[in-house]
């Protein structure tokens, strides 16, 4: 498994969260923040805090992506250079033409 593998993986996983983040919260004010308050004057968890954490984790899981995307090409770029040294290393045949006659007839 490369590395690249893996970063694809967790790109993956980090969109898919980030996708969940975004359909909970709710642009009116209500979504999952206002099921938790009531929106009277009883907050177990606090209408304002859950609102805060899915702010808070939205923005960390855009980070994490784009860090991750970001990680991940320089990654293939690595692979790809190593790839080209490897290539330029290796022995390539060599393409010979046959002699032309002609050039065997200039010593008579």
Same mark, same amino acid.
């Given at each position: ?6 970063? $694809?993986?967790?790109? *993956? %996983? *980090?969109?898919?969260?980030? %996708? @969940? @983040? %975004?359909?909970?919260? +709710? ?7 206002? =099921?938790?308050?009531? #929106? !009277?004057?009883?907050?177990?968890? #606090? ?13 960390? &899981?855009? /980070? $994490? &992506?784009? *860090?991750?995307?970001? &990680?991940?090409?320089? +990654?293939?770029? !690595?692979?790809?250079? =190593? ?8 022995? *390539?045949? @060599?393409?010979? /033409? ?6 065997? +007839? /200039? +010593?008579?």
């Amino acid at each position: 498994m490369t590395t690249f593998t893996i970063f $694809l993986g967790l790109i *993956v %996983i *980090v969109s898919f969260l980030l %996708i @969940v @983040v %975004i359909m909970v919260q +709710n642009p009116k004010g209500g979504g999952l923040s206002s =099921s938790f308050g009531g #929106g !009277g004057t009883q907050q177990l968890g #606090g209408v304002k805090k859950t609102t805060d954490f899915l702010d808070k984790s939205t923005w960390a &899981l855009a /980070t $994490l &992506l784009l *860090v991750l995307i970001l &990680l991940s090409n320089i +990654n293939l770029m !690595g692979d790809a250079s =190593s790839v080209e040294s490897q290539v330029d290393t290796d022995q *390539v045949p @060599v393409q010979t /033409t046959p002699a032309t006659p002609e050039a065997d +007839n /200039t +010593n008579e």
